[in-house]
């Protein structure tokens, strides 16, 4: 009895601790102003959004800059990126704070 609550209490607590995932890879960056993102809302590179493959849209997750441990986070609202190995597009404004112009490698947590 005592075997099978433990066991339980074990499975419980793991698929909380599972909840928070978190990946390593290349972001980039895009902006287009004005269209419509894949969410439905428009598009504008000064707002701390980003598009992802798969998290939920609304989703908050926090990005981090592997080479100079800045931290932003970002709202999914979009998707892509569509470029092999790259695991996430940030707006301007995000890349911005994050220091980097062009392509870096970040963490991404989903919360």
């Given at each position: ?47 701390l ?18 080479n ?26 995000a ?17």
């Amino acid at each position: 009895m005592i075997a099978r609550s433990c066991v339980a209490a074990c499975l419980l607590c793991g698929s909380f601790a599972g909840a928070a995932r978190a990946e390593s890879g290349i972001a980039s960056i895009y902006a287009y102003d004005g269209g419509k993102t894949a969410s439905g809302e428009r598009s504008n590179p000064r707002a701390l959004t980003a598009a992802h493959r798969t998290l939920p849209f609304g989703s908050t997750v926090k990005v981090t800059n592997k080479n100079n441990g800045r931290v932003v986070y970002v709202r999914i609202n979009d998707r892509g990126p569509f470029t092999r190995g790259r695991i996430i597009d940030l707006t301007p404004a995000a890349a911005h704070l994050l220091g980097f112009n062009g392509l870096a490698s970040v963490t991404v947590s989903s919360m």
